[in-house]
């Protein structure tokens, strides 16, 4: 949403009507996305409001302030605070194989097609700290595929892909992961695929040779290849309808032909004007086939 | 007040935990299919529960219920259910979904889904606290009920654990409080 002033803010005082509240709100939300966009290059202007908000206020509270207005001040002067607003703007919440009904069908519907081509390039947009990508790298593996696979993986914010490099996850999660796995069709033990030290559990170095971390917003970069499956879940819940299509153009012209484009499982691409171009693969896992 | 022939109400927000099903079921069963106002359900669920529950809700109402999917349009006539695993967030005319951390040890959270409502329908939004074990909706419904909006709480005498009615009844001090199978009836009056 491009930055709106309430005509009431406006009118001068022969017709002064004092701004709802919500409004104001609404006014200063605006602003200091703005002065971020304008100050830092980050934009959040059109990700979604009531998310934002939250998160918004998280921050305020936390630096001890009692409005928007005076977080813009504090974050339009002190980069400190800009970096702890960013950790509290990207959600970064993600864990190995979840919804492995999602991994299920991956590997019943998806790999099939993959295998029709010589190369495979994939890209998982909002990465997080990697536990997605993880999670597809292993399942390629076990399909025969991950020699000629390169997985680009993609995030907006640099300290989550500093993570993902590093492979290395905590210890406690791996018995939920490997429910997660065995649900998702694994072929193997999953302790296969790391080894316990005192960090946490370190995944072998073989399965991350062939994915590339990089820094990508999709709110304002460009395309950056060809692929033949995307995969994107649970980042564009973020965004507002406005954003959503614009990141759908993005995608449907960064897929070939018969790409697959796989999302959230509460995502659904019936809102975009690109609904057209796909066919389902599979409606409650929501994998799309790029056809026209 | 809305002009006449307008509803006075854009939605109802429910929150529930624990013995939510049960009482859902009955809230839902009192409202007939012309019941003009889209209702919002954030009921705890264990992050793999599957669509039992719209099942289960759907062969006890004649509204149309379904599980939110996110920039769902709300619409009269329908349920939305927030899903398992995510936070559901109301905007005006829609609904969105997160996955940030748990509030209240739940996500989806009563509080997340109030506090984002009464945001978006101030005065036009009715909030009902149910049965639950936990304080999970009282800063939510609290919200509700300083934005303007009407604020409703199972009596927790009949609910199936009292203390989420109950806090949110300290919270709210003049929360409309009612037995369950009044709480149907009392909708279908101020909705109208
Ligand atoms: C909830 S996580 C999803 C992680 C994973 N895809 C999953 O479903 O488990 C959302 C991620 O989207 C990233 N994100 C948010 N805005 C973005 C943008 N404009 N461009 C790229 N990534 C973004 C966040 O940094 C965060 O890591």
């Known amino acids: ?292 | 007040m809305p002009p006449e022939g307008v509803p006075p109400f854009e939605l109802v927000v429910v929150g529930a935990s624990w013995g939510g099903l049960q009482a859902l079921r009955w809230l839902l069963e009192g409202l007939t299919d012309d019941f003009p106002t889209p209702l919002v359900v954030a009921q705890h669920r264990s992050s793999d529960s599957s669509d039992v529950m719209v099942r289960v809700l759907q062969s006890h109402s004649p509204l149309a219920i379904t599980e939110a999917s996110d920039k769902d349009a709300i619409e009269p006539g329908h349920v939305y259910i927030a899903p398992p695993d995510y936070h559901l967030l109301v905007e005006p005319g829609s609904l969105a979904l997160s996955t940030e951390g748990f509030v209240h040890h739940s996500r989806p959270s009563i509080d997340v889904a109030f506090e984002s409502a009464a945001d978006a329908y101030a005065d036009r939004l009715v909030g009902v606290i149910l049965t639950g074990a936990n304080t999970d909706g009282s800063a939510g419904l609290k919200r509700i009920r300083d934005e303007g909006g009407v604020t409703v709480v199972q009596d927790p005498a009949t609910a199936a654990r009292p203390e989420m009615p109950s806090a949110a009844m300290a919270a709210v001090k003049g929360a409309k409080v009612l037995p369950l199978r009044k709480i149907a009836p009392f909708l279908v009056e101020i909705c109208r």
């Open chain 1, 1 to 292: 949403m491009a930055l709106r002033i309430e005509r009431s803010a406006l009118l001068g005082p022969s017709g002064f009507e004092p701004v709802k509240r919500n409004d104001l709100e609404n006014l200063e939300i605006d602003l200091v996305l703005e002065g971020i966009y304008q100050q830092y290059g980050f934009d959040f202007r059109d990700y979604a409001r009531g998310s934002i908000k939250r998160r918004l206020w998280r921050r305020a509270y936390a630096e001890g302030l009692e409005s928007i207005s005076g977080l813009q001040e504090r974050v339009l002067h002190d980069q400190d605070t800009m970096n702890r607003l960013l950790e509290d703007l990207s959600i970064n919440v993600t864990s190995m194989f979840r919804d492995p009904e999602f991994y299920l069908a991956i590997r019943q519907k998806v790999v099939p097609l993959l295998r029709t081509y010589p190369f495979i390039r994939i890209w998982n947009a909002g990465c997080s700290t990697g536990e997605e990508t993880l999670s597809l790298a292993i399942l390629l593996r076990e399909e025969g595929l991950i020699d000629r696979t390169k997985i680009y993986a993609t995030d907006i914010n640099e300290n989550v892909l500093d993570l993902a490099k590093q492979g290395v996850f905590p210890l406690d999660k791996m018995r939920d992961y490997t429910e997660n796995y065995i649900a998702a069709g694994g072929k193997t033990a999953f302790s296969e695929y790391y080894t316990a030290n005192g960090q946490g559990a370190r995944f072998n170095e073989s399965l991350t040779e062939n994915i590339i971390f990089a820094q990508h917003n999709l709110a304002s970069d460009r395309s950056f290849n060809e692929f033949q499956m995307i995969v994107c879940r649970n980042v564009m819940i973020y965004f507002d309808r406005s954003l959503q299509e614009r990141v759908h153009g993005l995608f449907y012209s960064s897929l070939g032909m018969s790409g697959v484009l796989a999302l959230g499982r509460k995502e659904s691409i019936k809102f975009t004007r690109h609904a057209s171009a796909y066919e389902e693969i599979d409606v409650n896992e929501k994998l799309y086939k790029r056809v026209r």
